[in-house]
């Protein structure tokens, strides 16, 4: 158990409509990264969060968005969903934002647009 | 722009036999490079990871990666493969600037 927590496990949704993924880091990290995993497109960095701030923002589309609250749990909002969105949605933790510490991750959030 | 690429989706290889995971990379400046493992249904897990030093670095359950700078590679290695070292297996890079980008992963898939 990595010790990071995501919610919900499964989505089932349908285009258009608008879903949140939710999660908590490990106790005691500042950052939350999140992540995209699909077949075609592999692992891809959505964006980064430290310690309440934006810190890296990678290949997040416009629809999509996140935060970190001041309990440093993180949501990501994805909007106008589009079958195309349909990934497995990772979460991960790290003690800072050094670019050399290892990531936790979660175990995932499998969103399936229909 | 960094990159990494892992040439093989798949690698075969019996129990007992030793394993090669192929990595290799392309990043401005110092290279940070990691490899986590993904079994099926579960988030990615650490193994291991080059920050500055020795080229062999050595890792969780058995594992060890190369460095070699002059073919900028990273190569993931173990010398006796278990039945349940089947996974998904990335390599990762990062600069002191940028964050993690991965590899698209090899199939690992150890026969008894």
């Known amino acids: 158990d990595s010790g990071v927590t995501q919610t919900p496990k499964h989505l089932i949704t349908a285009t258009g409509q608008r879903v949140t993924l939710r999660c908590s880091p490990r106790?005691?990290?500042?950052?939350v990264y999140w992540y995209q995993q699909s077949l075609d497109q592999g692992l891809q960095f959505l964006i980064q969060?430290?310690?309440?701030?934006?810190?890296a923002k990678g290949n997040i589309l416009e629809r999509f968005s996140a935060q970190q609250f001041p309990d440093l749990h993180s949501e990501l909002n994805l909007s106008s969903l589009e079958l195309g969105d349909s990934a497995l949605y990772f979460c991960?933790?790290?003690?800072?934002?050094?670019?050399?510490?290892?990531?936790?991750f979660g175990s995932g959030t499998q969103l399936s647009v229909l | 722009a960094q990159s990494v690429a892992q040439p093989e989706d798949q690698v075969n290889v019996a129990e007992g036999n030793p394993l090669t995971v192929k990595c290799t990379y392309s990043?401005?400046?110092?290279?940070?490079l990691f490899w986590y493992v993904q079994y099926p249904n579960r988030g990615l897990q650490f193994l291991l990871k080059?920050?500055?030093?020795?080229?062999l670095v050595k890792g969780s359950y058995g594992f060890e990666a190369e460095f070699n700078k002059s073919q900028t590679s990273f190569h993931l290695k173990k010398p006796s493969a278990l039945v349940s070292d089947s996974a998904l297996y990335f390599c990762?890079?990062?600069?002191?600037?940028?964050?993690?980008?991965f590899g698209k992963g090899t199939m690992l898939l150890v026969s008894p």
């Open positions: 991960a933790s790290s003690v800072g934002a050094a670019t050399n510490e290892k990531l936790f």
């Open positions: 106790s005691g990290d500042l950052s």
């Open positions: 990043v401005s400046g110092n290279p940070y």
């Open positions: 080059y920050i500055t030093g020795d080229n």
């Open positions: 969060y430290y310690n309440g701030e934006e810190r």
């Open positions: 990762a890079v990062n600069s002191g600037y940028s964050t993690l980008t």
